[in-house]
């Protein structure tokens, strides 16, 4: 059944900072539209209010002129700069400006006037905005009509909406910077978090969270601290039962050993059915003894006493000795031309890790094929041992490195389940790791890199 695939999601100091544009955005638009629908409604109120007062006063006055003189002079008609004015005597126009007749009014307005009503009315003449009034004069048989250019109004509305818009987007970007900020400041302690986290992860068990100055926080790190303090109890106390059962078993593994080992060097004088169980015990007190000998190493591991000692060392010369050691000397060795002569490894951490390789091989793999050491990059040493047994799944390849685990091919095979393990902890050590792959033709190909060997 394979795993469903994570939903990605966007990391939470940028969903903080979307939030408070977006909050930003929405805010600053409503209040700039209020703002710019109540500055329109007040300077077009104001506008046209003016407009109205100043052509009833000019109407006025040619009302008076008009009732104390029967002839009228169309220059006396006044208009305010960008607009024009007409007056409709019965049927005759008179206009202050000879491009401007009475058509250039709407004609709703003159409908109204004509109806003997006073009106005005906004619209556009040429693409330009105008406010127009007309006013009925019985009095004198007079129609009133009088524009007034809006483009300065226009205008004024037009900065209004851009220093709204400019407004909007300082406000978002301040908001967004905030947000960034403030996530920021409040994701500051769950990163420290982490990084304790994964320190104590890697090893370092006593890493702590220094105190916070807010309450809130301060109370998270002692809680972590707290919960650090607990698991570093708990994992030290485990080392120490695990260290000392081994140290404890050490005695009678000794003794038992030394017993079978006489019962041994008198097998001929046992019945074959003795032997066959003389065969048995030899056989699993060895094998206890090699898991005691591997608890008390990683004991020592886990323990942090056992350092890293790098000296100068011919693969060479080593690797061979190392196979004929431990009854490998006619595996062949292969190392790359690319190797240099000398390079910097912890002798005795190298050949248990090659020791345990080779015994896997043989107990695991029947019988290692091959041995060789390569160099990848400029500082990193890769040694590899390939055997013809019936490899690994690849579901079982990084759980096989972890203590007391078999995969399911040496399952019912002799072996304490510590080997690939140390293997595991030495190349950590070394600055590199453990891995196993298939091998060209079948088997599996185990393989271990150290780091900063030249």
């Known amino acids: 059944m394979s795993t469903p695939r994570r939903r990605r999601?966007?990391?939470?100091?940028?969903?903080v900072t979307i939030f408070f544009s977006f909050t930003a955005l929405v805010a600053s638009l409503a209040l700039a539209v209020v703002t710019f629908a109540v500055s329109r409604s007040f300077l077009i109120d104001q506008r046209e209010q003016t407009a109205r007062a100043e052509a009833y006063a000019n109407a006025k006055s040619v009302r008076d002129q008009l009732l104390s003189d029967a002839t009228f002079d169309a220059g006396t008609l006044r208009s305010e700069s960008g607009g024009f004015t007409v007056l409709l005597i019965g049927d005759t126009p008179y206009a202050a400006d000879a491009r401007y007749s009475i058509d250039a009014f709407p004609i709703e307005l003159r409908t109204l006037v004509g109806q003997g009503d006073s009106g005005q009315q906004r619209y556009e003449l040429d693409g330009q905005p105008y406010v127009a009034i007309g006013i009925d004069m019985p009095a004198v048989d007079a129609e009133y009509f009088q524009a007034f250019p809006m483009d300065a109004t226009e205008r004024n509305l037009r900065a209004i909406a851009t220093a709204l818009f400019v407004g909007s987007g300082v406000t978002i970007i301040f908001a967004g910077s905030l947000g960034w900020w403030t996530s920021r400041r409040l994701l500051r302690p769950l990163s420290r978090v982490a990084t304790a986290a994964g320190d104590i992860a890697g090893g370092g068990l006593d890493t702590r969270m220094p105190p916070e100055n807010d309450p809130d926080l301060d109370r998270l790190a002692k809680s972590f601290n707290e919960m650090a303090d607990a698991v570093q109890d708990r994992i030290e106390r485990e080392a120490r039962f695990a260290s000392d059962v081994s140290h404890e078993l050490r005695s009678p593994i000794t003794a038992l050993t030394?017993?079978?080992?006489?019962?041994?060097?008198?097998?001929?004088?046992?019945?074959?059915?003795?032997?066959q169980a003389l065969d048995l015990v030899v056989s699993q007190v060895r094998r206890f003894d090699q898991m005691v000998m591997d608890l008390l190493e990683l004991s020592r591991i886990d323990a942090g006493s056992t350092e890293l000692h790098r000296e100068d060392v011919d693969l060479h010369e080593l690797i061979p000795r190392i196979a004929q050691r431990y009854g490998f000397g006619d595996v062949p060795v292969e190392i790359a031309g690319k190797t240099p002569p000398l390079v910097r490894l912890d002798k005795v951490r190298f050949e248990r890790i090659l020791a345990n390789l080779l015994e896997n091989a043989r107990e695991?793999?029947?019988?290692?094929?091959?041995?060789?050491?390569?160099?990848?990059?400029?500082?990193?040493?890769?040694l590899g041992v390939d055997d013809v047994g019936p490899g690994v799944a690849r579901g079982e390849r990084s759980r096989i490195f972890e203590r007391f685990a078999r995969g399911s091919a040496a399952r019912h095979r002799v072996g304490t389940g510590l080997g690939l393990a140390l293997v595991a902890e030495h190349a950590q050590a070394h600055g590199g790791e453990a891995w196993v792959e298939d091998r060209p033709g079948g088997g599996a190909r185990f393989m271990v890199s150290f780091q900063e060997v030249t």
């Open 364 to 382: 695991h793999g029947g019988g290692p094929v091959r041995v060789f050491a390569e160099l990848r990059g400029r500082r990193t040493l890769v």
């Open 9 to 15: 999601t966007l990391r939470l100091r940028t969903r």
């Open 258 to 275: 030394a017993a079978v080992e006489v019962l041994d060097g008198r097998r001929a004088d046992l019945p074959d059915r003795s032997r």
